[in-house]
């Protein structure tokens, strides 16, 4: 049952034909296209791509490539807007689907953030609070934290942006995604009657001033289904079943998930640890299930399962039909526009993050 793709063929007859469209239309526009790929893209998708990764590494990597003048990003929105941020001036940047967005992005609008930080202000002050905003969300949110003194954050890096803004204010806002807010103060040990939770859609956020006034970190009410699909008795179940199994799990899971893991980081870090385990090994993986299945077939030498079966519904959406037409438009097609304040302020946040220090930041 093909659920989001559109009917579109991922084998057979018509795909093998869109294929070899795709190959001839590459071949035809040589160095100045790139095809990006997230992790979680269908795998004959992913086959098709120049470069696959992390949707920050894919947007840096992209503008890095002098040679390119055309991007297709296949991923979702906020990505592809991610690399029209930090393209250069004549780089274009296309999108197969735009319709293809990102839920946990979708829990949190710029207005919406803006009158969250005003609140916060009301009760401790201007300058109290420091927004840090998840990689996965959208240019506009990216650009009221940059305009706000914020950052942006991956999954790799968010307890060193936790640390940063805590050093410049009271508090953290941290937007959209509560659950990899939880196990960030936990990975920094801050006690939970210091952390709060904001409701966007309640009046206040539904926290009173007390609340408000002595939370340390403030974490938006948000998630991302993929993740949260992943429940303890999964773990449970993959132990009893291989009781040798390493389980790892993405930090945008329900802490109790992550605190039962063998490990828990961004999507690199899963990849890597596919990688690093020892031949023979079997490991169970709570992340999107086209990235799990992929590992396993590009490490016979190990046994790479699903903690549970969850696909992303919206990276599904990118077909070979849909990346075949974007390549067919080219030069023409649509391409991903970001309004120019909005890109500046949010390659503000962006920047901030890079001289965070610490590991490269990798993630969504
Ligand atoms: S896996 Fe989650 S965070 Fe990633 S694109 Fe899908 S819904 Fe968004």
């Known amino acids: 049952m093909d659920t989001t793709g559109e009917g579109s063929p991922g084998s057979g007859k018509d795909a093998q ?21 997230h992790h979680y893209q269908r795998p004959e998708v992913v086959r098709l791509g120049d470069v696959r990764g992390d949707s920050f590494e894919l947007a840096r990597e992209a503008s890095r490539r002098e040679d390119v003048e055309h991007i297709v990003f296949c991923g979702v ?48 002050g201007k300058g109290s609070v420091t927004p840090v905003t998840y990689m996965n969300s959208d240019a506009s949110v990216k650009a009221v934290c940059g305009a706000a003194g914020g950052t942006v954050c991956t999954s790799s890096n968010a307890p060193r942006a936790f640390e940063w803004a805590l050093e410049r204010g009271e508090c953290v806002l941290f937007v959209p995604d509560e659950h990899l807010g939880w196990n960030t103060a936990a990975a920094l040990s801050v006690p939970d009657g210091e952390v709060v939770v904001w409701d966007p859609w309640e009046n206040g956020g539904n926290l009173d001033a007390a609340e408000l006034g002595r939370a340390r970190i403030i974490l938006w009410r948000g998630h991302c289904h993929v993740h949260t699909w992943f429940r303890p008795d999964h773990i449970q179940r993959a132990r009893d079943a291989s009781p040798e199994a390493l389980v790892y799990v993405h930090p945008e899971c329900h802490r109790d998930v992550v605190a039962l893991a063998d490990g828990a980081g961004s999507t690199r870090y899963l990849v890597q640890a596919a990688e690093q385990a020892p031949a023979g090994a079997t490991i169970y993986i709570g ?38 037409d974007t390549l ?20 503000l946040a962006l920047e901030r993050m890079l001289a965070l220090g610490g590991r490269t930041p990798t993630g969504a």
């Open 17 to 37: 034909s869109l294929r070899q469209e795709i190959l001839d239309l590459k071949k035809k526009w040589g160095e100045k296209l790139l095809i990006l790929t």
């Open 77 to 124: 929105l906020f990505m592809a807007e991610a690399a029209a941020i930090v393209a250069r001036p004549e780089q274009k940047v296309y999108h197969p689907n735009m319709n293809a967005g990102c839920p946990l992005a979708d829990y949190a609008d710029a207005v919406q953030v803006e009158r969250a930080i005003a609140a916060i202000e009301e009760v401790r």
């Open 287 to 324: 992340t999107e299930i086209n990235l799990v299945t992929r590992l396993d077939m590009e490490h016979e030498d190990k046994t790479i399962l699903p903690l549970a079966r969850s696909l992303c519904p919206n990276m599904f959406r990118i077909t070979l039909r849909r990346l075949r």
């Open 328 to 347: 067919a438009c080219l030069p023409d097609g649509e391409t991903v526009m970001v309004d120019q304040e909005v890109r500046e302020n949010a390659q």
